[in-house]
Every structure is written in structure tokens, then in C-alpha cells.
């Protein structure tokens, strides 16, 4: 199946430092989704995005619906160490199937 | 939110055997459920999607006298590992769309160990 380009593939980073990651894909999509996965459990959803040019917000996360509706990107500003884990996005252009990025796994250093 | 649930959340079985997992939406109903295998350190690779009362529709080289789906209730979908062999280990993923809902909800997994 499809999968999206998502950058980078791993970071390392201080406590309180910002992180962004992105995801590109060839197809147009209408929704992107962006989840955190730790590990031995199930992604779970952080952002929803659906309309072009969005930007949502979660707390310390900021998302953005890319105008081109082929990219996305996520941020988290002021990171702690329970941000560790992998972030995938995904999208999808019918909401029948969602295609998934490789992930990002993000490290953060007290 | 939404939750969906997944049983059991491991479980190891002899090559050759069957084996049965479970996805439930536990607060709304879903219309669409999704299933997923994930490799170590890999992405989610899409596997199936299931429809309630309809045929699953399987991804491009995912054998589907293999990975037997079934949907048979807006609550619940099955998937069943026939003939297990050892390469089928992996995290088995399902998620839930519900009517209407353009977002999808991840169950928490369940690790298949084929031995």
C-alpha cells in the first residue's frame, strides 16, 4: 500500500526544546491525522486536520493542514520526556483508507 | 472519546494452528474497521478493510483465505490467522471509523507469536 514520506526519522533533543516533523505524500488528501504510538500499545490520535490551510492546536501540539493538501506537519513546543514515543501521520483521501507515514521517533533528554 | 478494545492483547500458538482476534468499538458504533499489521520499528501497513454486513476488501498481496475477516455487528470485527506460521508474528492493529466520523480510533494491539 501507500505510504507518506514523513521527516525526520528520529530526533534527539533537549527538555523544553521545540520539535517539528512533517509528512509529504504524492496524492491530494482531505484529511490528515496525526497519532503518537508508545510501545507494545495502539497509535493514539492526537490531531485531526481537514481542510487546507488549517492550524490545530492541542495543548503543546500545533498542526497544519498544508495548502497544497499534500503535506503536513506537527509541532511540540516546550518538549518534556513524556513526549517520547513515535509519531506517524496519516491521511487518507476518501476516509475508507488511510495511508501511514514511517514515523518519527522522537527522543527527549531531561 | 472513543474507545475500541482489542482481545487478547497477546498470545502465542503453535505453527499450523488458528488463532482468533477480536476488535470492539465499546461507545459508538463503526461501520468501518480497519486492520493493521506492524513489523518492529516499522509504520502501520494496512492489511483489510472491513465493512459491516459486506466482504472485507484486502490490500494488494494480503492473502485473504489467510487472514479471514469478518464484521458481523457494528461493535464487532474478527480477524483469524489460518494455519499460522512463524513469519505471521507481528502486532496485529485495529481501528474504527464510525458513521459519519472522519477519524479513526486504534485499538491497543494484539502481539501474535508463532512458534
Known amino acids: 500500500g501507500q505510504q507518506l514520506n514523513q521527516s525526520p526519522q528520529s530526533m534527539f533533543i533537549q527538555e523544553g526544546e521545540d520539535v517539528s516533523m512533517n509528512c509529504t505524500s504524492s496524492?491530494?488528501?482531505?484529511?490528515w491525522l496525526w497519532y503518537k504510538q508508545d510501545p507494545g500499545e495502539g497509535p493514539v490520535l492526537l490531531i485531526a486536520l481537514y481542510k487546507a490551510g488549517e492550524l490545530t492546536s492541542n495543548g503543546r501540539l500545533t498542526a497544519q493542514f498544508g495548502i497544497t493538501r499534500k503535506d503536513s506537519f506537527l509541532n511540540i513546543s516546550a518538549s518534556i520526556p513524556s513526549d517520547v514515543g513515535i509519531y506517524f501521520c496519516a491521511g487518507s483521501s476518501n476516509f475508507n483508507k488511510f495511508y501511514f507515514g514511517s514515523g518519527t521517533k522522537l527522543n527527549v533528554k531531561p | 472519546g472513543a474507545v475500541v478494545s482489542q482481545h487478547p492483547s497477546w498470545v502465542i500458538c503453535k505453527s499450523g494452528t488458528s488463532v482468533k482476534i477480536e476488535c470492539r468499538s465499546l461507545?459508538?458504533?463503526?461501520?468501518?474497521m480497519f486492520w493493521y499489521r506492524q513489523f518492529p520499528k516499522q509504520s502501520l501497513m494496512l492489511m483489510a478493510t472491513s465493512n459491516e454486513g459486506s466482504k472485507a476488501t484486502y490490500e494488494q498481496g494480503v492473502e485473504k483465505d489467510k487472514f479471514l475477516i469478518n464484521h458481523a455487528s457494528l461493535t464487532l470485527s474478527t480477524l483469524t490467522v489460518t494455519s499460522a506460521h512463524p513469519e505471521d508474528s507481528s502486532f496485529y492493529i485495529c481501528?474504527?471509523?464510525?458513521?459519519?466520523?472522519?477519524?479513526?480510533?486504534f485499538g491497543p494491539g494484539t502481539r501474535l507469536t508463532v512458534t
Open positions: 481501528s474504527a471509523l464510525g458513521q459519519g466520523d472522519s477519524e479513526q480510533y
Open positions: 496524492s491530494i488528501f482531505n484529511t
Open positions: 461507545d459508538f458504533q463503526a461501520t468501518t
